[in-house]
């Protein structure tokens, strides 16, 4: 059976592991991110790549946030590690003596998704990332759209609200600024300030402050502000989900990501508000909307699975 190596480099933690040809992660090895130096991370990379080869490991593919080439080699940019151009196919490869391909993180989760997860048997499929940002991957007719220069799927930068809230891009209105963790925590630090009588419980699950896991347990607890807050970003969501429907027609749509961690609280008003954001809905239903299923595991399985398939 032919192995691979997936690696999903986070801003905090680098995770790799062994990956079959049915999507089990069968060996894996954890480190820390060593700051934003190039030079360490590319070696823990390496370190983990050589604690993980052995008999059977054909290829290893890396999980890089940020924008990749469309030679799959080089991270052009990469703001929570500060990369520029950085060869890092090339670094990896050189240090641990294997052929190694580089794949947009997102990407990576998302084919992770529609090969072994949520969105397995279907021919199509829209994956949205929701976490700090919003990003995600597209798989059309079996294929993963990379575009190109290799930037397909970062949809978390369509503008939903011309001249809206301020987006990390610099550009203003962008889905991601209106349906992302960091919009969730927003939201909920305006609402408590103005409120905090109505705030009272998400403020006690954040010990005096709003963050995103306190909304989301004071929201499995039925506190109103906190279904609130949610609904607000199930509304953003659904708009830009249908934007998606609009010029994609999937199959399926999958939300994965930390804030979709919070489930049916989140799923639910995004499969009912849906209908009412899509064009001409009445003659074209809304396709399916599924919870992720593989996890924090999608970046290693889909990185491992698209070097494999080379």
Not at 46 to 62: F, H, K, M, P, Q
Not at 64 to 91: C, H, I, K
Not at 252 to 261: F, P
Not at 280 to 286: I, L, T
Request: proline share 4%; with cysteine; aromatic share 4%.
């Amino acid at each position: 059976m032919s192995l691979s190596i997936g690696v999903d480099v986070g801003g905090t933690k680098i995770a790799a592991g062994v990956v079959d040809e049915t999507g089990e992660i069968v060996e894996r090895v954890r480190y820390s991110t060593p700051a934003t130096d190039v030079e360490a991370i590319a070696e823990t990379i390496a370190n983990a790549v050589r604690d993980l080869a052995g008999a059977g490991v054909t290829s290893v593919g890396i999980g890089a946030a940020g924008y990749v080439s469309s030679d799959r080699s080089t991270v052009l940019f990469a703001p929570n590690l500060s990369w520029r151009n950085e060869p890092l196919g090339q670094r990896v490869s050189e240090l641990a003596g294997v052929n190694v391909v580089v794949e947009n993180d997102a990407n990576a989760a998302a084919w992770g998704e529609y090969r072994f997860g949520a969105a397995a048997h279907t021919q199509s499929a829209a994956v949205v990332t929701i976490g700090t940002g919003v990003g995600g991957g597209i798989i059309t007719g079996g294929h993963l759209v990379r575009g190109r220069g290799g930037f397909g799927g970062e949809f978390g930068h369509l503008n939903v609200i011309p001249d809206g809230p301020l987006c990390g891009c610099g550009s203003r209105g962008c889905w991601e600024a209106l349906a992302s963790g960091t919009a969730l925590t927003r939201y909920a630090v305006e609402r408590t300030t103005a409120d905090p009588r109505g705030g009272a419980a998400i403020l006690a699950y954040g010990n005096g402050e709003a963050t995103g896991l306190a909304v989301t347990q004071a929201a499995h607890d039925g506190d109103a502000m906190a279904l609130g807050i949610f609904d607000t970003v199930a509304h953003y969501t659904a708009v830009g989900i249908a934007d998606l429907v609009t010029l994609l027609d999937p199959e399926m749509v999958v939300l994965a990501g930390g804030v979709s961690e919070a489930g049916n609280i989140l799923l639910d008003p995004v499969v009912e508000k849906l209908p009412d954001v899509l064009p001409v809905s009445d003659f074209r239903p809304a396709p399916p909307v599924r919870l992720a299923t593989l996890g924090n595991d999608a970046g290693i399985i889909g990185a491992a699975d698209l070097a494999r398939e080379g």
